[in-house]
């Protein structure tokens, strides 16, 4: 299926590993020219190298820049100064009892989680603006919509980005600019694979009891009780990205293996 996207420039923010790697390889095969991101050179080069081992044509730029930071948007925008296609993937993580989580956290989670795309969403949406045509996906969680009580701060970056891409969607009204947000459920992403491992080995058990009991105890509602992998996740962000998609836009669409109880 030709998703219209080839030719199409493509920011995707952390991209280095992950699910934004994921993205990034799926666009890439769809023919969009990618921008990686990460914040060191050397992991953006090695995102970029790994891109085209697989997809030796590929049209790849990287940039190594800390979006959490005014300073590493502006970076960013300065080196790239257009996009039509805008992922905003970039995370942060770190379970911690909400009595424990300091201003600092919760200043830095928001900078780096919401921030970063408030800031690159206002200025590559007047390109797309002017050329009628673009995508803007906010990578979120199903930590929006259930809070986890282990990590009260990202859940509640998590369920900011919904409210602006609710909002940014409604203002392209009546434009081919859409604005969605994808939420996946636990994924076995690099820092949750390190976060596990980890775990299991300063419990001396191996690393399948630890997902076994993290399904069974803190994600029970999963249907599919395991980690979706970043592959399934990037599925549905170069779908909306794409231009088939181009009557999906205001949605918060879940790829998170059924945690969340709802049928809407």
């Not at 080069?45 to 930071?69: F, M, N, Q, W």
């Not at 780096?112 to 673009?134: E, I, P």
């Not at 929006?144 to 701060?153: G, K, R, S, V, Y």
């Amino acid at each position: 299926m030709d998703l219209g996207i080839a030719g199409k420039r493509a920011f995707i923010s952390g991209s280095t590993a992950g699910i934004g790697l994921a993205a990034a390889k799926a666009l890439v095969a769809e023919g969009a020219h990618v921008i990686v991101n990460g914040r060191t050179a050397a992991r953006v080069g090695a995102a970029v190298e790994a891109i085209r081992r697989e997809h030796p044509h590929a049209k790849v730029d990287g940039v190594a820049a800390d979006l959490g930071t005014a300073a590493g948007c502006a970076e960013v925008i300065a080196r790239f100064p257009d996009v039509d296609i805008l992922v905003n993937n970039v995370g942060i993580f770190d379970p911690k009892p909400f009595e424990e989580i300091p201003d600092e956290d919760w200043l830095r989670f928001f900078e780096t989680n919401v921030l970063s795309g408030v800031r690159l969403s206002r200025h590559y949406a007047r390109g797309m603006r002017v050329r009628d045509w673009g995508r803007i996906v906010f990578v979120s969680s199903e930590s929006a919509l259930q809070i986890p009580t282990e990590m009260i701060h990202y859940g509640m970056t998590k369920t900011a980005q919904l409210a602006i891409a609710r909002g940014l969607a409604e203002t392209f009204a009546a434009t081919g600019v859409t604005v969605n947000s994808v939420l996946p459920g636990p994924t076995a992403s690099e820092g949750v694979g390190e976060f596990v491992t980890r775990l299991a080995a300063s419990r001396g058990v191996e690393t399948a009891v630890v997902e076994r009991e993290f399904f069974q105890t803190a994600r029970p509602t999963s249907v599919i009780q395991r980690f979706s992998s970043p592959d399934e996740v990037a599925s549905m962000i170069v779908y909306v990205c794409s231009a088939r998609a181009s009557a999906t836009t205001g949605a918060a669409l879940r790829v998170d293996g059924g945690v969340v109880r709802a049928i809407g």
